[in-house]
């Protein structure tokens, strides 16, 4: 299983030369507002998909401030480090190199030392998509501008042959304009090109990836999968112990269904609950802390030998659930081999992670403390933690 011990952001969205060190299984970051906790699990999670552009969107997505009508470019180029070059317009003027960003890592069974990408703005006249206008339009042009962003990225690797690609191994892609990878310096380099078009599509490049599922404040509302992930969960035998959890929440939940409303004119399948009180009750009627730790827990088989990111893990949770919450999250990422990386603004979070936790789970706080040229990091290992909040009653969020 792929274990981080040491994780170095040099530059990632605002952050520069930002180190955590030893790293335990469950590691907890806390500090002020805008000190970088969510990016650090953006970096986390790019990382372990270094080349999957589409994962790279969809962990920026998440934001909660990201606009729905935001395009991928600008979705996709806060993800670098801001030392950039703006337009009049707020946007990345033309031709120039527009941020780049940085990450390296050391631990068991990892692929990847260090990630590093840049980022340009490119721009290429395209004949217009006539489905854009109307049939009656006269004033359709001959062609269009169309705004695209241009990647590099440079891996170090770890003992790998020598395979170089050419243009034509990538007919199925055409955002790869070149691969290659060199065994004598064990680095791979790989250009690709999107346009920001309607038609935008990824070809994923799995190489390297670590299994990881990152978990936003609201992702428990937007995703769409929950049907595909209790499913899995099944086939797994893991949806009994989902239950075991919902029921921490409320323990008149008896079991999970995939059912048809059975008044439909259409065969729409739901996520129903069966419950002493209510009878057949679907999901989303429950309230947010129920959802979210259903999808919390859902996600966890995806994350198996590999990664779960949880951004703000008390929010929607009652504190009286905290404990018994976090110790079936605790003892499951333990039995996957899963390593957490969490964030938090709860000091009843952390006390109830350090009440459901011993020295051998290792649990780790790091608190962020953002400066002019590095942000830097205090480390709390368990035992430490332990004596501070337990016997001291010391404040350890900032």
Not at 201 to 230: A, G, M, N, W
Request: hydrophobic letters at 35%; charged letters at 25%.
């Amino acid at each position: 299983m792929p274990t981080l011990e040491t994780i170095t952001l040099h530059k990632f969205r605002g952050l520069q030369n930002l180190e955590l060190n030893d790293l335990g299984k469950v590691n907890l970051l806390v500090g002020n507002n805008n000190s970088g906790k969510t990016s650090i699990l953006e970096a986390l999670s790019i990382y372990a998909n270094p080349l999957n552009i589409g994962e790279w969107w969809s962990t920026a997505y998440k934001r909660k401030d990201t606009s729905r009508s935001s395009s991928f470019i600008e979705i996709l180029r806060w993800i670098f480090y801001q030392d950039l070059n703006i337009d009049s317009d707020g946007e990345f003027a033309v031709g120039t190199v527009g941020g780049e960003f940085s990450i390296s890592a050391e631990g068991e069974n990892l692929h990847v030392s260090k990630l590093w990408a840049e980022h340009s703005v490119i721009e290429e006249l395209h004949q217009p998509n006539r489905k854009d206008y109307h049939s009656w339009d006269e004033n359709i042009p001959e062609l269009e501008s169309i705004r695209g962003i241009e990647l590099q990225i440079l891996l170090s690797l770890k003992g790998l042959s020598s395979t170089t690609y050419t243009r034509s191994d990538f007919n199925d892609d055409p955002s790869v304009i070149y691969r290659k990878i060199n065994s004598e310096t064990c680095h791979e380099q790989i250009r690709l090109r999107f346009w920001d078009t309607s038609s935008l599509r990824f070809s994923p490049i799995r190489d390297y990836k670590i299994l990881t599922q990152l978990v936003s404040p609201i992702s428990h509302r937007l995703e769409r999968s929950q049907l595909q992930l209790l499913s899995e969960a099944q086939y797994k035998h893991f949806k009994s112990d989902v239950i075991q959890l919902l029921q921490q929440i409320d323990d008149n939940i008896i079991d999970l269904h995939i059912l048809a409303d059975p008044n439909g004119m259409t065969p729409r399948f739901n996520l129903v609950v069966e419950h002493q009180r209510l009878g057949f009750t679907p999901l989303n009627t429950f309230g947010d802390g129920l959802q979210r730790l259903f999808h919390i827990a859902l996600k966890l088989p995806r994350a198996k030998d590999g990664f779960l990111l949880i951004d703000e893990l008390e929010s929607a949770i009652h504190t009286e659930a905290l404990q018994s919450s976090y110790r079936w999250l605790v003892k499951w990422c333990a039995e996957m081999n899963t390593q957490i990386f969490a964030t938090t603004h709860s000091l009843e979070a952390v006390d109830a992670l350090l009440s459901v936790t011993e020295a051998n789970d290792q649990l780790v706080l790091y608190r962020l403390e953002p400066g002019e040229e590095k942000t830097h990091v205090v480390r709390h290992g368990w035992e430490r933690l332990k004596v501070l909040r337990e016997e001291l009653g010391q404040e350890v969020r900032w």
